[in-house]
C-alpha cells in the first residue's frame, strides 16, 4: 500500500521547500475532491443529471460567482506563505557556486576554495544507468547552502525534483538559491534544458550527510 501511494505521489521530501510543496499539494488536492462530490451529489439530487429548467436564475449565477472566487482566494492564502518561504534567503553555512558547462557541471566550495567537475559514469556494475556521475554534491545535514549558478556557454537548468528546486543557468547572469537538505541519503537530478546535442547527460548527484562527515571529507582538500 505504501508502495503504491509513493508511486502516486512525489517523492520523498529531501528538502524543507519540497515539504512544505507537499503539504500545499495535499490540501489543494482535498479541496478539491470535496468541491467535485459535492456538486456530483447537488447535480444527482437536483435534477437527475438532466437540465430541466432553462430559466434565469439570479441567485445561482451570483453563487457560482462568489463561491469560486471565494476558493481562489482561500488558495491564495494558503500559497503565497509558501512562496515566499522557498525564496527567502536564510542565513547560510556556506555558498557553493556551479557552472554549467557543454556538457558537464562544475561546483565550487567558495568558502573552502575547493572545486571539481562532474561527468555522467557510464553504466557499469552496480551505477544507475545515465544518472550516475563519478563526483557527488556533499551537502551537510539540516544546514542551509545558498547556490550560486552561471554558465559559461550556453543556457542550462540545474534541477532536483526531490529538493523543489530548478534554477535557470544562464550565461552572463548569476542566479541565487538556497538549499536545507533534511534527509540523509543521495538525490538525483539533471540538466532540464535544451542546451545540445548532449543536453540529456548532464546528471547531478547530491549526497547528504551528517556536519561531522561533512567535516571530515573536506579536510582530505
Do not use: R
Not at 503539504?23 to 482535498?30: E, H, T
Not at 525534483?161 to 539533471?190: A, E, R, Y
Amino acid at each position: 500500500m505504501n508502495k503504491l501511494f509513493m508511486n502516486l505521489s512525489f517523492k520523498l521530501n529531501e528538502s524543507n521547500s519540497m515539504m512544505n510543496m507537499n503539504k500545499l499539494n495535499d490540501k489543494l488536492m482535498m479541496m478539491m475532491i470535496m468541491l467535485l462530490m459535492m456538486v456530483t451529489m447537488m447535480i444527482m439530487m437536483k435534477n437527475k443529471l438532466l437540465n430541466k429548467s432553462t430559466f434565469e436564475n439570479q441567485k445561482m449565477e451570483t453563487m457560482w460567482t462568489t463561491f469560486p472566487s471565494l476558493i481562489i482566494i482561500l488558495m491564495t492564502y494558503l500559497s503565497i506563505p509558501i512562496l515566499y518561504m522557498n525564496n527567502e534567503l536564510k542565513m547560510n553555512v556556506m555558498s557553493m557556486k556551479v557552472s554549467g558547462n557543454q556538457w558537464f557541471w562544475n561546483y565550487n566550495y567558495m568558502n573552502f576554495k575547493y572545486s571539481f567537475n562532474s561527468y555522467m559514469m557510464l553504466k557499469k556494475k552496480f551505477n544507475f544507468n545515465l544518472i550516475e556521475t563519478d563526483n557527488s554534491v556533499i551537502l551537510p545535514l539540516n544546514n542551509e547552502v545558498l547556490f550560486i549558478l552561471s554558465a559559461s556557454d550556453v543556457i542550462h537548468s540545474w534541477t532536483m525534483p526531490s529538493m523543489n528546486f530548478k534554477c535557470d543557468v544562464i550565461p552572463g547572469q548569476i542566479n541565487t538559491v538556497s538549499i536545507k537538505s533534511n534527509k540523509i541519503g543521495i538525490s538525483f537530478g539533471q540538466c532540464s534544458e535544451v542546451c545540445g546535442i548532449n543536453h540529456s547527460f548532464m546528471p547531478i548527484k547530491v549526497e547528504t550527510v551528517t556536519m561531522k562527515e561533512f567535516v571530515n571529507w573536506i579536510k582530505k582538500f
